[in-house]
């Protein structure tokens, strides 16, 4: 619905009943499973029993401002294996836009654990600058 675009999806990385992982060593798992970088740096690949993302983004412009708001939700694929159903929620936020030609970005996000999965929730804010010349 222009000029806010909305994306809904729904990505599953299985686990084969517990038997491999499925692996991306040269992903970038921050553009896929939540800007919090929770899923990264398991060395066997993804987590025992899976990773099922259902994920929301809303996107748009205010004047030459780039706004972006995400949800995603993450739960294992293969609760038998995991030993629980929810890893826990996510919620991110960016605003980007150019000041005098170099690129602003302002970005946060807050993944909150479940309480059964074993992770941690955690809260992460970047401000990045870019140019080119």
Known sequence: IKPVKFTIGHEVLGSDEGKGYFKT?????HKFQGWTDS?????????A???????????????PVKLVGSYHTLSTDDSDVAGFDDYG????????????????????????????SGMKDTDKL????????
């Not at 060593?25 to 798992?29: D, E």
């Not at 029993?49 to 004047?63: C, E, F, P, S």
């Not at 919620?91 to 059964?116: P, T």
């Open 49 to 63: 029993g899976g990773i099922a993302d259902t994920y929301i983004t809303v996107a748009g412009k205010a004047g």
């Open 89 to 116: 929620t996510e919620i991110g936020f960016v605003i980007a836009g150019k000041v005098a030609g170099v690129g602003l970005s302002l970005k946060y996000a807050a993944f909150s654990a479940d309480d059964d």
């Open 126 to 133: 970047w401000l990045t600058a870019e140019t080119s010349f």
């Open 39 to 47: 899923f990264l740096g398991f060395a066997d690949g993804n987590k």
């Open 25 to 29: 060593p040269l992903a970038t798992l």
